[in-house]
């Protein structure tokens, strides 16, 4: 068997990836290791930036996006008493984003793959990659796939990013001495917009996936367990940590998911070695306060496509040479963007009464300085893609 783009992973990155470049002529096979049912089930984030709902439209999957995804133009930061708004609408006119669940992305471009007759395996076992210096080949379950180049899209803890020769890859991380407990819950939303909230006890966040669906998230200790937080608890801890402003009531409802997420900011450089180039989490992931992991990993393969569509073209191999730098400008910025957010709204064991005024005085800034809103705003709904990038 042989295809142009050997794709290994069915997440955002690669069955987007497999797309743009359908609409470029050029040919993939996707391999995911999971069922399809259980990768359009998976609950993660969703927050997409202005650049990526632009490119899912631009693509031609943004239709059920743009008709149940809820648009969002500000969001609130919740602290000592107090909501402030961090006014999109006014700092960064024009620019917003779209509350879509990550899974509901999958789903749409799995449909599309699909309906275009793309070439999507699930359950496929035992990928490894094969000479990645010359001319690349996969093999799965007892098949053999040829390809002119492997776009590693299988997440943080794919088989991609291990193929590559020990001593080739720079890791750059840092690991958050905490977690976020994750959940979904069948209660219509306690307020219009997400509330980023800083307690004495900790993070909580409010976010939403519908009118009917609320998502919330908690920073509980790095070793914490599903098992030691019964719905009771949670409720309990969200509403000590969201119910603090006048006439703020948490509305809780039936709990349908739950999870705990390990906080860690990680990139790998460069992201390519030989025919391999690694996309999304394969390269890179964030903490999830700044929402940045789907918008990079769309980022990401928005340059891959390009760079393939000039060397199937006219086989210029210099824009997929310069791949990986093309990607990590933003990557960086990205990785700063999150470990800022979160520093500004978590608490560390380690912060001492000084660190704590410390934090606070610069939230008071961020609250009250139109020009360091203005910086949490562009980050947040998401820098401007430069041209082809
Ligand atoms: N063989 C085949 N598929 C694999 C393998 C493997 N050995 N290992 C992992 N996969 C699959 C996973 O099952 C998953 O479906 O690769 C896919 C990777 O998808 P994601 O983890 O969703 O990563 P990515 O597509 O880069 O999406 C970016 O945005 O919100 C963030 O971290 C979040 O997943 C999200 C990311
Ligand atoms: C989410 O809705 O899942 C979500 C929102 C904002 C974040 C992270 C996750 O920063």
Redesign the pocket.
Known sequence: MRTQVGI???????LLLSHLLHLRGISSVV????SRDY?ERRV??GVLEQGTVDTLVEAGVGERMLREGLPHHGIELRYGGAGHRIAFDKLVPGRSITVYG?QEVVKDLIAARLAAGGDVRFE?ED?ELHALESQPYLTFGGERLDCDVIAG???????SRPAVPEGVLSVFERDYPFAWLGILARVAPSSEELIYARTERGFALHSMRSPAVSRFYLQVPADARLDDWPDERIWEELRTRLETVPGFTLATGEIMERGITPMRGFVTEPMQYGRLYL????AH?VPPTGAK??NL?VADVRVLTEALAAYFGSGSTELLDGYSDACLKRVWRAQHFSWWMTTLLHTFEEDDPYARKLQLSYLDYVTSSEAAATTLAENYVGLPFEPGR
């Open positions: 290994i992973g069915a997440g955002p990155a690669g391999l995911e290791k999971r990768v993660r984030a990550q496929v990928v899209c299988d997440g943080f803890h794919g088989v996309a999304g989490d394969a992931i992991g789907l990993a």
